[in-house]
């Protein structure tokens, strides 16, 4: 597995989601952002939405759920078509459960940190994701500043996995642009959410290719 680009669709046209999609052929996954106006000050889709989308694309869907009570919610988006569900771990009880629940499903178990979520107290969790989204903005909105003092956190956490020996994937998500994915892939990222960046592009398949191959310079 190597650098993999997941366009946010927040800052898509929700009127055509289908053919916001269709602009960036080139994605790796399509990130889509499930607020719940509790968990974060915003609300946007769910559960049908996602089923609906995944019905319009062949590029598989990554589900970031910034959502209260994730234990009982989060398989719900599973079901839904979701190749990919991502849970907050301040958001759930019982993550192992969880994360075990989205496996069984068929999906990929995520969990993600905000910022001023240490990765330690989680690290003997690791080896139950399948990947680990680090934020670096405050969930709820696009177009955010990117936060540097997050990228220590994501070089603690790749240095966390290598010392598991896990293939647990390193996802970033906030403020990721051509001007901050290198940090993020030298500090040890390879999965980049990119919203405002892509979608403010005149063209969005391009922008998701140059941020591509710009990490994964940075990366070597």
């Given at each position: 597995?190597?650098?993999?680009?997941?366009?946010?669709?927040?800052?898509?046209?929700?009127?055509?989601l289908?053919?916001?999609?269709?602009?960036?052929?080139?994605?790796?996954?399509v990130?889509?952002?499930?607020?719940?106006?509790?968990?974060?000050?915003?609300?946007?889709?769910?559960?049908?939405?996602?089923?609906?989308?995944?019905?319009?694309?062949?590029?598989?869907?990554?589900?970031?759920?910034?959502?209260?009570d994730?234990?009982?919610?989060?398989?719900?988006?599973?079901?839904?078509?979701a190749?990919?569900?991502?849970?907050?771990?301040?958001?759930?009880?019982?993550?192992?459960?969880l994360?075990?629940?989205?496996?069984?499903?068929?999906?990929?178990?995520?969990?993600?940190?905000?910022?001023?979520?240490?990765?330690?107290?989680?690290?003997?969790?690791?080896?139950?994701?399948d990947?680990?989204?680090?934020?670096?903005?405050?969930?709820?909105?696009?177009?955010?500043k990117?936060?540097?003092?997050?990228?220590?956190?994501?070089?603690?956490?790749?240095?966390?996995m290598?010392?598991?020996?896990?293939?647990?994937?390193?996802?970033?998500?906030?403020?990721?642009?051509?001007?901050?994915?290198?940090?993020?892939?030298?500090?040890?990222a390879?999965?980049?959410?990119?919203?405002?960046?892509?979608?403010?592009?005149?063209?969005p398949?391009?922008?998701?290719?140059?941020?591509?191959?710009?990490?994964?310079?940075?990366?070597?």
């Amino acid at each position: 597995m190597g650098i993999q680009i997941t366009p946010s669709i927040l800052n898509a046209d929700f009127a055509r989601l289908g053919e916001e999609v269709a602009r960036i052929g080139s994605a790796d996954w399509v990130h889509v952002d499930v607020m719940d106006n509790h968990f974060v000050p915003n609300l946007t889709f769910g559960p049908a939405m996602v089923e609906a989308l995944s019905k319009a694309t062949d590029i598989p869907l990554d589900a970031h759920l910034m959502i209260e009570d994730a234990d009982r919610n989060a398989s719900a988006y599973a079901e839904a078509g979701a190749g990919s569900v991502t849970f907050h771990v301040e958001a759930t009880q019982a993550p192992i459960r969880l994360a075990r629940e989205i496996r069984a499903q068929g999906a990929r178990a995520s969990m993600a940190l905000k910022p001023a979520t240490p990765i330690e107290p989680y690290e003997a969790l690791l080896p139950e994701l399948d990947m680990l989204l680090i934020m670096t903005v405050e969930p709820g909105f696009g177009g955010q500043k990117f936060l540097d003092l997050c990228l220590p956190k994501i070089r603690t956490a790749r240095e966390l996995m290598r010392k598991h020996g896990v293939e647990t994937w390193l996802q970033v998500d906030g403020g990721v642009s051509l001007e901050t994915i290198e940090r993020c892939a030298e500090a040890g990222a390879d999965v980049f959410v990119a919203g405002s960046a892509v979608y403010s592009a005149d063209d969005p398949d391009a922008m998701v290719r140059e941020l591509k191959a710009k990490a994964e310079a940075a990366a070597q």
